[in-house]
């Protein structure tokens, strides 16, 4: 799956653009403030429905607008797809996929399965457990078609065990929600784990080349000490602590992704650029992945790509980029190296005040 056209209205600082791609690396340059991340925002919002730096569509609508539009052309292994989306900031949206409307902008997720790497990457290790599941569960729904209804099953399980807890005396009134969610728990588990033992001989290879120097072992915790007891004896012997604190402490909604070097948290022993080249290590990986087991093609939204990397290492970042097999775009301030790195194989686009034009 690739983005092979996008053309946008009133998004941002971006007026009006028609842009057609490279199928693999689009680079993005322009200085600060200039629409870079605007496009790649752009791009985000086609394949999520949403953007990543706010919540508020209303921020999202050129200032001057009451709506913005954006038109798109996916390619996958049968040909092409049309996608259309207008939002308007009073909330209505309009979504079309392959000629028919469409209410769920959930649906989107299955045309153009995308990555992003920001700045800020590196939270995915140095932050919370729900970046970790993201990360996994993201991988987990493109590979495995039944994880998302049990997934959404299980949240809802949760919801309803949540309120009946602080309402319920005995744990007895919580069996009716635990019977089905140890099941679903188990399954997904299963599920997660799969994919992360499938997954990590990726991330090792790709680590080899980034880290040498560190020994990196890696473990999925799947959100209960699966070894000590089951997660129905959890459920059980937890009921007055989880009654106490409001919430199940116990279950998949708690799984985790640990990563360590001597047994110390990545986190506190990587610097920031070795943190943010593990992430690029984690995230290129399950490209591969999607690309060998699945048979579809990633989207790579890379912004800043030389923030925080030294020669060297963007010159090894970009060579597995270029071998990643993916589509690419990459967002960057000052063109001169970003040649040097990506060759013949890539197109520029330059950004200046919003508007867009190809080298
Ligand atoms: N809703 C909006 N309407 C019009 N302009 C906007 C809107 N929201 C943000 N902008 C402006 O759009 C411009 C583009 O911002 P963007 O974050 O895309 O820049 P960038 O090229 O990625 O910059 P940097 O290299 O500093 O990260 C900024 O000048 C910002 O003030």
């Known amino acids: 799956m690739s983005l092979s056209r996008l053309i946008i209205h009133q998004f941002r600082n971006i007026n009006s653009a028609t842009l057609d791609f490279n199928p693999k690396i689009n680079v993005v340059v322009g200085p600060n403030g200039s629409g870079k991340t605007a496009l790649l925002e752009a791009i985000y919002f086609l394949g999520l429905g949403r953007s990543f730096r706010t919540h508020l569509t209303s921020r999202v609508v050129e200032h001057e607008s009451k709506s913005f539009t954006l038109f798109s052309e996916i390619q996958n292994n049968n040909g092409s797809i049309p996608i259309g989306l207008q939002k308007s900031k009073s909330g209505e949206t309009l979504l079309k996929i392959n000629g028919s409307y469409c209410k769920k902008l959930a649906n989107l997720t299955q045309y153009l399965p995308l990555q992003l790497i920001t700045p800020e990457g590196y939270t995915l290790l140095s932050g919370s457990p729900k970046n970790r599941r993201a990360f996994l569960d993201w991988g987990v729904f493109y590979h ?140 290129l990986a399950q490209g591969l992945f999607l690309n060998s087991f699945d048979n579809k093609q990633c989207v790579f939204l890379i912004d800043d790509f030389s923030s925080e990397l030294d020669q060297n290492k963007q010159q090894i970042l970009a060579k597995h980029i270029i071998n990643s097999n993916a589509q690419i775009f990459i967002s960057v301030i000052a063109a001169e190296n970003i040649d040097r790195l990506f060759g013949q194989e890539q197109t520029v686009f330059h950004v200046e005040h919003g508007k867009i034009t190809v080298e």
């Not at 728990?185 to 880290?211: C, G, H, N």
């Not at 007891?229 to 279950?251: E, M, P, V, W």
């Not at 640990?258 to 943190?275: A, E, M």
């Open 144 to 283: 495995d078609p039944i994880f998302y209804p049990n997934w959404s099953r299980i949240k809802r399980l949760l919801k309803q065990r949540n309120a009946a807890l602080k309402q319920c005396k005995t744990y007895n009134e919580l069996q009716i929600w635990d019977n089905e969610l140890c099941i679903l728990s188990e399954e997904i588990s299963q599920q997660r784990e799969a994919y992360f033992e499938l997954l990590m001989p990726l991330v090792k290879q790709t680590l080899a080349d980034f880290l040498p120097d560190f020994s990196i072992t890696s473990q999925f915790f799947c959100g209960w000490d699966k070894n000590n007891k089951s997660l129905q004896d959890y459920l059980f012997d937890n009921f007055y602590r989880d009654k106490q604190i409001g919430y199940t402490s116990a279950g998949p909604q708690k799984a985790d992704l640990r990563f360590k070097i001597n047994g110390i948290p990545v986190s506190d022993v990587l610097s920031r650029g070795q943190l943010k080249l593990f992430v690029y290590a984690l995230r």
